[in-house]
C-alpha cells in the first residue's frame, strides 16, 4: 500500500508544482503529513538532492521513495513524479497523430515552422556575439576553432561529443588559467 501511496504522492507533485523548487513545499508536507520523514529527513533529502546532478524533482522523488519504501519506494516515486511529463507528451502525440493530416493543422503549424526557425536563428546570432566577439572586435583565433570544429562535424562526420571534448580541450589549453592567446 505504500508503493501506491508514494506513487500518487508524488504524481500529485508532479502535477500541481512547476519543478525545482517549488516542489520544496509539497514534498515537506506530503512527507510530513503521510508521517514518513520527519523534518530534519526531509531537509537531509533536499539537500542530497540539491547536490546531486540531475533534475531535482526527479531526485528528490528518488531519495524519499528510497528513504520510504526501498528500492521499490524510489522506483514509485520516480514513476510519480514523471508522470505528469509522460502524460502531456502521450497527449500531444495522440493529437498529432490524429491531426496530422488536418488542414488546420497543417496551418498551425505553417506558422510554428517559421518561428521555431527564427527563435533558434536568435539563439545562434546570441552565442556568435558571445563566442566570437571581444568587445567589438572579431576574436578570429575562436572563430577558427569554431570553423574547424564545423568542418569536423560536417565534412568527415564526427560526432558531437568528441567535437565537445576537442573544444573544451582546446578552450583550457588556449584559454583556461594560462592565458596562452
Known amino acids: 500500500m505504500v508503493l501506491i501511496d508514494l506513487f500518487v504522492t508524488f504524481m ?3 502535477f500541481t508544482s512547476f519543478g525545482g523548487m517549488s516542489m520544496i513545499p509539497l514534498i515537506t508536507q506530503e512527507m ?5 520523514m520527519t523534518a530534519d529527513d526531509v531537509s537531509n ?6 547536490m546531486t546532478p540531475g533534475p531535482f524533482g526527479l531526485n528528490c ?22 508522470m505528469p511529463s509522460y502524460s502531456l507528451t502521450l497527449a500531444a502525440a495522440a493529437c ?9 493543422f497543417e496551418q498551425i503549424l505553417w506558422v510554428i515552422r517559421p518561428v521555431c526557425v527564427g527563435l533558434l536563428l536568435s539563439v545562434i546570432i546570441s552565442l556568435i556575439q558571445t563566442n566570437y566577439f571581444d568587445g567589438t572586435s572579431v576574436n578570429f583565433f575562436k ?17 558531437v561529443p568528441k567535437v565537445i571534448g576537442l573544444s573544451a580541450v582546446l578552450g583550457i589549453l588556449c584559454f583556461g588559467g594560462y592565458g596562452l592567446f
Not at 510530513?32 to 514518513?36: D, Y
Not at 522523488?61 to 514523471?82: H, K, P, R, S
Not at 572563430?143 to 570544429?149: E, N, Q, Y
Open 12 to 14: 500529485k507533485i508532479g
Open 96 to 104: 498529432f497523430a490524429r491531426f496530422k493530416k488536418s488542414s488546420v
Open 143 to 159: 572563430l577558427g576553432i569554431g570553423a574547424v570544429m564545423l568542418v569536423l562535424i560536417l565534412k568527415f562526420k564526427w560526432s
Open 61 to 82: 522523488a528518488t531519495f524519499a521513495g528510497m528513504q520510504v519504501a526501498g528500492v521499490m519506494g524510489g522506483i514509485m516515486a520516480v514513476f510519480g513524479v514523471l
Open 45 to 50: 533529502i533536499i539537500a542530497i538532492a540539491e
Open 32 to 36: 510530513l503529513t503521510h508521517q514518513w
